[in-house]
């Protein structure tokens, strides 16, 4: 190695050295640095926060201000509005003493007739004492009355009870009838006998009564029949008649019940089998 190289070396360490003795000492320079930094952005917010907070407590202090000041308001319209009340309180009676002083006066110019009003009021209450007495024996009157017409309201009373359990053993006996009356029609009814028409068991009638249909004709979809024989004959309501054709192979056509009596004919209603056979010139016959 040549002495040049040897001081280039040299050189080249002596300048590492330097640079390294500069770098640590940048290094500590800068943390020192940052630290005084930290410590015054640290002081920045400290003193930042207290600004903050002393503007929220100046914010406050300014609301309590403005309540207080709003309270004090109130308190002055109403001390002003009592004030007004009592100034119209305070006129009020100086109204009502006038008045009063007034009607005063008109009190000691009328005294002077007090007496003649007493008289006439003493002559009222005797008047209303003769009304009191005239309406105490009129209530007398009243009352009696009254006591005369609660014992005439108690003896219809006792009628009354009396008349209405009469009616009421009356209705018992009536039911009692009816039931005794229906136990009748159940038994003439099997014996075959026509509660309707006496004169006919099981719908045969007892007399004999022939006749001629004298014309038929159909009244709302039921037919009908006039015959020749009427109360004349025997012939009652409900009297029922055997309609016979004699010319005819199968005679018996139906059955007339009569509706309608008169002297010497009858109406009625046909029913049967055969009853649109029926014509004019047929028999009838109440048993064949």
């Known amino acids: 190695m040549s002495a040049l190289t040897k001081i280039f070396v040299v050189l080249l360490v002596i300048l590492a050295i330097i640079q390294t003795a500069g770098s640590v000492v940048w290094v500590n320079r800068t943390q020192n640095y940052e630290k005084a930094l930290k410590a015054v952005n640290a002081k920045y917010q400290s003193k930042l926060a207290d600004v903050t907070d002393k503007d929220a407590q100046i914010t406050l202090l300014n609301g309590q201000k403005t309540q207080i000041q709003s309270a004090l308001q109130k308190q ?12 119209s309180a305070v006129n009020e ?7 009063l002083n ?7 110019a009328a005294q002077k007739s007090t007496g ?12 209303a004492n003769q009304t ?20 005439a309201i108690n003896d219809w ?33 099997k014996a075959g006998i026509s509660i309707n028409s006496p004169r006919t068991i099981n719908g045969e ?20 029949a006039t015959i020749s024989v009427g109360s004349a ?9 055997k309609v016979i054709d004699p010319n005819s192979h199968d005679p018996f056509l139906g059955y007339l019940i009569v509706d309608r009596v008169e002297s010497n004919e009858a109406i009625g209603h046909l029913t049967g089998p055969r009853v649109n056979e029926v014509h004019a010139g047929v028999e009838v016959r109440t048993q064949l």
Do not use: C
């Not at 009676?93 to 008045?99: F, G, K, L």
């Not at 007034?102 to 000691?108: E, R, S, W, Y």
């Not at 009355?145 to 609660?150: D, L, T």
């Not at 009396?162 to 136990?183: F, G, H, M, P």
């Open 157 to 189: 009373t006792n009628k009354y009870e009396v008349a209405n359990r009469q009616w009421r053993d009356a209705t018992e006996q009536i039911a009692q009838l009816q039931s005794d009356n229906q136990k009748k029609d159940e038994i003439i009814h």
């Open 93 to 99: 009676r100086d109204t009502q003493i006038a008045q």
């Open 205 to 224: 009638p007892l007399v004999r009564v022939e006749g001629v249909v004298r014309s038929k004709s159909n009244i709302g979809g039921v037919p009908y």
């Open 233 to 241: 004959d025997q012939v009652t309501k409900g009297m029922q008649f």
């Open 102 to 108: 007034a009607n005063l006066a008109q009190a000691t």
């Open 132 to 151: 009191i007495g005239d309406l105490r024996k009129t209530q007398l009157d009243l009352e009696k009355r009254v006591a005369e017409q609660s014992l």
């Open 116 to 127: 003649d009003a007493i008289a006439v009021a003493q002559k009222t209450i005797d008047s």
């Open 76 to 87: 002055i319209d109403a001390e002003r509005q009592n004030v007004e009340t009592l100034r």
